[in-house]
């Protein structure tokens, strides 16, 4: 194929998956009031999964930060009059990209299969589902332990007595967006060790030898996440973050022997 030929077949592969965009976002158009309710606003709730799970496990250890809060609650407020309606068909937006993103994946794959080896073929195949499903592993995590933990502890802090905290629509939409696509790129960190490997940047050695480094930096991370102060709930946080250094360690070629 020439040049212009490669053009034109990108051009419809972005057509493609512009359509494929646009019939997820009509299709969770309808399902938006529903997943706002359940999900979105979930961890705005006293009885969100994580903070059950924690006033478990603080009834059991003693030594454990008391998460038995059954005051705790949010209730957002809208200042914007178009806030609601617009924030509408970006959460159907969100919803397609994080469905549509296999399609995505598989798209982008059978526009650059044809122009490798076979055995390079496997090989990007498996870089491709790799790379999605930690991406998902990520935002699961940034759902279920990172925004929340952030959420309760930001929304209980006062700097005085007579300040009430009252958490905006686009302020809690905002940092929900950002702090769960974070933690999906994050979880790409082993994908990227592999790719700058292939293309000679990274070797085994270079972990080894920043490790120590490596946890000074994962941990003032973890605590800018969740800055609660207490080592349980920055544990929450480090031990993923230091499982994905360490799973980069194993993708990365060997160095090369003089």
Same mark, same amino acid.
């Given at each position: 194929m020439s040049f212009w030929d490669?053009?034109?077949?990108?051009?419809?592969?972005?057509?493609?998956?512009?359509?494929a965009l646009i019939v997820f976002a009509v299709a969770g158009f309808v399902f938006v009031p529903w997943i706002f309710d359940n999900v979105i606003v979930a961890p705005s709730k006293p009885d969100f999964i994580l903070y059950r799970a924690l006033c478990a496990m603080s009834n059991t250890f003693p030594f454990m930060p008391d998460f038995c809060d059954s005051t705790f609650g949010i209730k957002m407020i809208n200042i914007d009059l178009t806030a609601q309606f617009f924030r509408y068909f970006t959460t159907s937006f969100y919803l397609a990209l994080i469905v549509g993103c296999?399609?995505?994946?598989?798209?982008l794959w059978c526009f650059v299969s044809p122009a490798l080896y076979d055995?390079?073929?496997?090989?990007?195949?498996?870089?491709?589902?790799?790379?999605a499903v930690m991406f998902f592993v990520g935002c699961l995590?940034?759902?279920?332990?990172?925004?929340? &933990?952030?959420?309760?502890?930001?929304?209980?802090?006062?700097?005085?007595?007579?300040?009430?905290n009252?958490?905006?629509?686009?302020?809690?939409m905002d940092n929900f967006v950002l702090?769960? &696509?974070?933690?999906?790129?994050v979880f790409e960190m082993p994908l990227i060790a592999w790719l700058?490997?292939?293309?000679?940047?990274?070797?085994?050695?270079?972990f080894r030898n920043y490790r120590r480094h490596a946890i000074v930096v994962l941990l003032i991370v973890?605590?800018?996440?969740?800055?609660?102060?207490?080592?349980?709930?920055?544990?929450?946080?480090?031990?993923?973050?230091?499982?994905?250094?360490?799973?980069?360690?194993f993708f990365v070629k060997e160095d090369e022997k003089e």
């Amino acid at each position: 194929m020439s040049f212009w030929d490669h053009l034109e077949e990108l051009r419809w592969v972005l057509l493609r998956i512009a359509i494929a965009l646009i019939v997820f976002a009509v299709a969770g158009f309808v399902f938006v009031p529903w997943i706002f309710d359940n999900v979105i606003v979930a961890p705005s709730k006293p009885d969100f999964i994580l903070y059950r799970a924690l006033c478990a496990m603080s009834n059991t250890f003693p030594f454990m930060p008391d998460f038995c809060d059954s005051t705790f609650g949010i209730k957002m407020i809208n200042i914007d009059l178009t806030a609601q309606f617009f924030r509408y068909f970006t959460t159907s937006f969100y919803l397609a990209l994080i469905v549509g993103c296999p399609y995505i994946l598989f798209e982008l794959w059978c526009f650059v299969s044809p122009a490798l080896y076979d055995h390079e073929r496997n090989k990007v195949r498996w870089v491709f589902s790799f790379g999605a499903v930690m991406f998902f592993v990520g935002c699961l995590v940034g759902y279920y332990v990172i925004f929340p &933990m952030t959420l309760r502890f930001l929304y209980n802090f006062t700097l005085s007595d007579v300040i009430e905290n009252q958490v905006s629509l686009s302020s809690y939409m905002d940092n929900f967006v950002l702090l769960i &696509m974070a933690m999906g790129l994050v979880f790409e960190m082993p994908l990227i060790a592999w790719l700058l490997s292939q293309v000679g940047i990274l070797r085994k050695s270079f972990f080894r030898n920043y490790r120590r480094h490596a946890i000074v930096v994962l941990l003032i991370v973890a605590a800018i996440i969740t800055p609660t102060g207490d080592p349980f709930t920055l544990s929450l946080v480090f031990i993923p973050l230091y499982g994905l250094y360490e799973m980069s360690i194993f993708f990365v070629k060997e160095d090369e022997k003089e």
